[in-house]
């Protein structure tokens, strides 16, 4: 079996793993780049709005504390502060970097990087190329590693003898000496082989779980890989319960189901609509952002030209209100022929100011749907888009309860709270990324020896057992039924019985997948691989369910048809995924969410926290306002 | 609504294999990638094919459908007649390594032979400042998606393997394109872009932009000025003189 | 269980897929059509040079202007310049037809026209060529296709004496249709000189810095609008061309006789 010994394994070459390996590398350590895609394809590439960076090209009031408090605001003080408060101090020095690397942002009339409005955010703040800023970021992060494989190149006259991309590799198990990560073992998607990485430390930067449901804006590898790795590994999920559901996603053709409307579409001038031509979207704004949003059509239109005397739209109110407000409206028969509503750009701008603006959203339409944006409004409705919950890690160095494993990105959890704001994600993969490829190095830096690596004969055993059963389950059928099962009963809206059928389900399946068998051989073998992927999936949806069901309130993500209210009881508790090494007995666990330090709490006014915060916390609020 | 269509699928490992035939369901508003997952889900499992955002936007699913170079993803199955055969092939430039997919490691490593974005040592993050038209001739190139499309249909390596060491491909004129135009890059693209990448192999046949999923004029727009460039740099008796004459340009 | 190892031969081929392309649509066509209309015009354009009905005041036929020769009749001659002494003898369309004609074969549009009609490299997209070797533009001949712009100057100079004559004509003869049809194919031809993709490289194509030419990039984005339909400047012009010679030339020949000829 091949078998490789590096210092730094990153598995994912998103944005968080592409940043993380480029650190580890620039610190000097020999990395590996693990993606189960060819380099570049990685699900980063959909990112449409932009990364939001407080630099203030813009609108010059726009800082770092600003962009803490709308970031806070957004996951509804759930968020890990510590998280909130590095992503927004560091954010623009991020950005900036990635211009010394090649990116070509938007400008500015005086020449710097143009920022636009989004949702949530206060001031234009989303750093954006068109509406394709993924892909300028992911090749960006492409272009870098090869810049230094290049340097490595002259300097050791081999180009992968520090950085090394093993594309369309799929890692199946993390192996670990004692408590402490010690390598990572799967299998090269072309040929089937077996493949074993050596190594002390690992970053996981595989990104979400959306292919646990059917309608999703995710691509095929988001089948929470790196989730179940850590879970499986002895590290812990937390906010597993908080989902994304974008509110829009296409709804038509079936085929494209869930594929990302930007929301950029709103940011500049889209409004939504109901089968009646109503903008009801004014209907739905909480009493939370009642000050913040403008509750006529005239004092909304004038936004756009105006921001400074005038309130945002509602339509582009936190994400989860928007889809939430989108589902009830469907709900009440007034959706759109296809089971969405309506979203028009086409009568509020010229159509050549469309093309030029959302050049992709056109094209998309005009070659998914046939459908003119210019001309005509698009279908929209909620999609599965992002998982707030992920692997708990420490927020300076992304370091995971396992000595060893670093996780960065989609797949870390603590940093959104229950809901991330648009555009937070770019910003998040960069600065996270960046700090778990530090901390990785900073690890194998204390490390006295090196772990040796253990597990290798069972974990081989495991992904072959598919193969070599015969007359078992089809897996497309057992995912199938997963993602109808998810989307259903465990989707935007929750009830205490439909989420207690749904860990029924999610057990018998278990069952089936252990049965599930592949026919064909090792070769790029679709069928294989989606049987290993399986167990991924489902050990996910299980935490899901189990936090969702413990969560006996609706915030951000997560929303109980049986507890509509928020509790302020509940914001203090942070929901705690762990499991079995062979991914049996799944528990979740309270634990208490830690206190905001002083200067931060203190950036908000007592009358904003009082909707949020318990009596104790405020009393704590008001002594450390005392004390500064 | 739905019909069986009949297709004709390449199957095989490596270069030996054969056009296999299958008849399966198609519902309305589906594109031939749908079609192919389908019998992955019903009829062949293992039948391999690379895709990932199935939305245009990640270049994975590139194919050749009725013999054209097309995104899986992007191709309605409504652009065809319900009586018709559709024979899917893998792309025809690179080796196969299982039905549709192939090893495209060729593009990787023309990619890393393109020096990378160089600027002025001393601008630091931060300082750069562009405007707008100068950033946007190389940001139509930065909308590649890397599909590799015009990479297989050039007929410079498609048609002739034995040049495939001497030429980097549509891909890569568009990358040299980018930074040659980047105003902030300092490094020489433009003798290294006709010795080295071959932009001479080139006879502007446009097939790269016809089979552009994102529209970037690639000919018109790269090659062209790279050549332009180039006969600046090489062939060209009174830009040259003019800059011996000349010496105020760095 | 079969498995082949990732290094047997068979896993470097690319698909044995022998015939030479599986497009199901006529993508014969094109190069058809574009093979018949360049055909026709070199016809045209060998049969021209050697007919004599080339001047009928005030119209000159394009074929055969700027003529230079002793030969040309005193009207016809540009400026009233003969600056070929008595030896030469040969068609005056021979002495210019070079320089219209180089800059028409080695413009960027023609190039891919005829590599592709004629020399059938490739003949369509995804249709896999006749030849053997394939060195493109790399070596001689080919590489002479890099005067591209020197013949662009040139054809500036003969763009702009068509329509020297095409005023000249309207002035003497406003009524004439003849003379509308000579400034009807100038403003073809200037239009596709100026949409050469050498020209909007000299413009501002080759700076880095638009911003800090404003009237360069102001030009060149004019240039890029007509070189975005180079294309079909590039067809429209060969038929005017073509149409305003034979025109010319029929009227001479007292072919074409009504009154506002």
């Given at each position: ?45 959909m ?39 590095l ?26 990087i ?18 394709r ?20 190149e ?10 090394k ?23 090269w ?10 190594a ?10 959306g ?103 509602p ?20 959706g ?27 094209h ?7 459908v ?8 929209v ?35 959104h ?9 770019l ?12 901390g ?19 974990a ?22 997963l ?27 278990k ?52 507890f ?46 009082e909707?949020y ?16 | 609504?739905?019909?069986?269509a ?12 054969r ?23 019903t ?47 893998p ?27 160089t ?14 038209v ?26 002739h393997?034995?040049?495939k ?8 004129f ?67 003189l ?9 | ?11 470097k ?22 093979f ?20 009928v005041?005030?119209?000159i ?28 003898t ?18 960027y ?54 329509t020297?004559?095409a ?22 031809i ?16 080759r ?50 006789n009504?009154?506002?000829?």
């Amino acid at each position: 079996m091949e078998r490789h010994e590096y210092d730094v394994v990153v598995i994912g070459a998103g944005g968080a793993g592409l940043r993380a390996a480029i650190e580890a590398r620039q610190q000097g350590k020999r990395t590996a780049i693990v993606c189960k895609s060819l380099f570049g394809k990685a699900h980063t590439v959909m990112a449409e709005g932009g990364a939001a960076a407080a630099m203030g090209n813009v609108n010059s009031s726009d800082n770092w504390m600003v962009h803490f408090r709308d970031t806070m605001r957004g996951g509804k003080f759930l968020n890990n502060w510590r998280m909130a408060e590095l992503h927004a101090k560091e954010a623009p020095d991020r950005v900036w970097e990635l211009e010394a690397w090649g990116a070509l942002f938007d400008r500015t009339k005086d020449g710097k990087i143009s920022q636009r409005n989004f949702g949530g955010h206060e001031y234009p703040r989303l750093a954006h190329v068109g509406d394709r800023t993924g892909l300028e970021l992911i090749r960006t992060l492409q272009q870098r590693v090869v810049a230094l494989q290049q340097e490595d190149e002259k300097l050791h006259g081999d180009p992968e003898a520090y950085i090394k991309v093993f594309a369309e590799c799929t890692i199946t198990r993390l192996l670990k000496d004692g408590d402490a990560i010690s390598g990572a073992f799967g299998y090269w998607r072309e040929t089937g082989d077996f493949i074993l990485f050596d190594a002390p430390a690992v970053v996981l930067a595989t990104g979400g779980i959306g292919k646990s449901y059917v309608v999703t804006s995710n691509s095929w590898e988001y089948t929470g890989d790196g989730h179940a790795l850590a879970l499986l590994a002895g590290a812990k999920l937390i906010n597993m319960e908080f989902i994304q559901f974008h509110p829009t996603g296409m709804v038509w053709p079936p085929s494209v189901r869930g594929i990302l409307v930007t929301e950029s579409v709103r940011g500049d001038g889209g409004v939504l609509r109901n089968s009646e031509g109503r903008r009801f979207m004014f209907d739905y704004i909480p009493d939370v952002f009642k000050d913040k949003y403008a509750t006529t059509e005239e004092e909304a239109d004038r936004w756009y030209d105006d921001q400074a005397n005038n309130r945002r739209p509602p339509e582009l109110l936190p994400r989860d209100e928007v889809a939430r407000a989108i589902n009830a409206e469907v709900k009440a028969g007034r959706g759109s022929p296809q089971g969405g509503v309506f979203l028009d750009v086409s009568t509020r701008l010229p159509a050549a100011e469309i093309t030029r603006r959302l050049p992709s959203m056109h094209h998309q339409f005009k070659e998914l749907a046939d459908v003119d944006i210019t001309k005509e409004p698009m279908q929209v409705g909620p999609t599965c888009h992002y998982i707030m919950g992920g692997v708990e890690v420490d927020a300076d160095t992304g370091a995971a309860s396992v000595p060893g494993l670093f996780a960065a990105g989609e797949v870390s959890g603590g940093m959104h709270g229950s809901n991330r704001l648009g555009g937070n994600s770019l910003s998040d993969l960069l600065v996270f990324g960046r700090r778990a490829g530090a901390g990785a190095a900073g690890y194998v830096d204390g490390l006295a020896k090196r772990p040796s690596v253990t597990g290798v004969e069972e974990a081989k055993a495991e992904a072959l057992a598919p193969l070599e059963r015969t007359g078992g389950e089809n897996p497309y059928e057992v995912h199938h039924e997963l993602q109808r099962t998810m989307n259903d009963l465990v989707g935007i809206i929750r009830k205490s019985e439909e989420i207690s059928e749904a860990l029924q389900v999610v057990e018998k399946l278990k069952e089936r997948a252990k049965n599930a068998a592949s026919s064909g051989s090792r070769i790029y073998n679709p069928g294989w691989h989606l049987a290993l992927d399986l167990r991924n999936m489902l050990l996910v949806s299980e935490c899901v369910a189990k936090a969702a069901l413990l969560r006996e309130e609706s915030r951000g993500g997560h929303t109980r048809d049986d507890f509509p209210g928020m509790s302020a009881g509940w914001r203090r508790k942070l929901l705690v995924c762990s499991a079995k090494p062979d991914g049996t007995s799944v528990t979740v666990e309270e634990r208490a969410q830690p206190s905001m330090r002083g200067d931060l709490i203190g950036l908000f006014e007592r009358s904003e926290l009082e909707k949020y915060l318990t009596e104790e916390e405020l009393a704590e609020y008001d002594a450390a306002v005392k004390e500064s | 609504m739905g019909y069986k269509a009949k297709f004709r699928i390449w199957r095989g490992e490596g270069g030996e294999g054969r056009l296999e035939d299958f008849t399966v369901e198609v519902n309305e508003g589906e594109v031939v990638l749908d079609v192919i997952h389908r019998l992955q889900a019903t009829q062949t499992p293992d039948l391999a094919v690379r895709w990932n955002c199935k939305a245009g936007k990640c270049g994975s699913c590139s194919m050749e459908i009725n013999g054209r170079p097309r995104l899986g993803c992007m191709t309605r199955m409504s652009t065809f007649e319900e009586s018709e055969t559709i024979t899917v092939t893998p792309l025809r430039t690179f080796p196969v390594i299982k039905d549709l997919v192939t090893d495209v490691s060729f593009n990787y490593q023309k990619a890393r032979e393109v020096p990378s974005f160089t600027p002025p040592a001393d601008v630091k993050p931060g300082e750069y400042r562009m405007q707008q038209v100068d950033v946007e001739r190389s940001q139509e190139f930065r909308k590649c998606i890397e599909c590799f499309m015009c990479q297989n249909v050039c007929h410079v390596i498609r048609d002739h393997e034995e040049n495939k060491p001497n030429f980097s491909g549509p891909r890569y004129f568009i990358r040299i394109a980018e930074l040659d135009m980047h105003p902030y890059d300092v490094a020489e693209r433009k003798e290294p872009a006709q010795e080295e990448h071959g932009l001479g192999y080139c006879n502007i046949t446009k097939c790269c932009t016809e089979v552009c999923p994102e529209h970037i004029k690639i000919t018109d727009n790269a090659i062209i000025p790279m050549k332009e460039r180039v006969v600046d740099r090489k062939y060209d008796p009174l830009v040259w003189l003019g800059s011996k004459i000349f010496k105020r340009q760095r | 269980m079969t498995q082949t190892t990732a290094e047997s031969a068979a896993r470097k081929q690319r698909a044995q897929i022998r015939v030479r392309t599986l497009r199901t649509d006529r993508w014969w066509l094109a190069p058809a059509f574009t093979f018949a209309g360049l055909l026709l015009f070199l016809i045209y354009g060998f049969w021209a040079i050697f007919d004599k009905s080339y001047f009928v005041d005030p119209y000159i036929a394009p074929f055969s202007s700027p003529c230079l020769a002793t030969s040309c009749p005193e009207g016809a001659r540009l400026f009233g310049l003969a600056p070929f002494g008595d030896w030469y003898t040969l068609p005056p369309g021979i002495l210019i037809l070079g320089l219209p004609g180089g800059f028409r074969l080695t413009c960027y549009y023609y190039r891919k026209a005829y590599y592709r009609s004629f020399w059938l490299s490739p003949p369509a997209c995804a249709v896999a060529e006749p030849h053997g070797k394939y060195t493109g533009e790399t070596r001689l001949p080919l590489i002479l296709q890099n005067i591209h712009r020197y013949f662009f100057y040139l054809a500036i100079v003969i763009g702009l004496i068509l329509t020297y004559d095409a005023v000249l004509a309207l002035v003497h003869k406003p009524a004439g249709l003849g003379s509308w049809i000579l400034l009807v194919n100038a403003a073809l031809i200037l239009c596709y000189t100026f949409g050469c993709h050498s020209c909007r490289h000299i413009t501002a194509g080759r700076l880095t810095h638009f911003s800090r030419h404003p009237l360069r990039y102001k030009a060149w984005t004019l240039v890029s609008k007509l070189n975005a339909r180079h294309q079909k400047f590039a067809w429209a012009s060969l038929f005017s061309v073509m149409i305003a010679d034979l025109y010319v030339r029929l009227v001479a020949m007292g072919v074409i006789n009504f009154p506002f000829a």
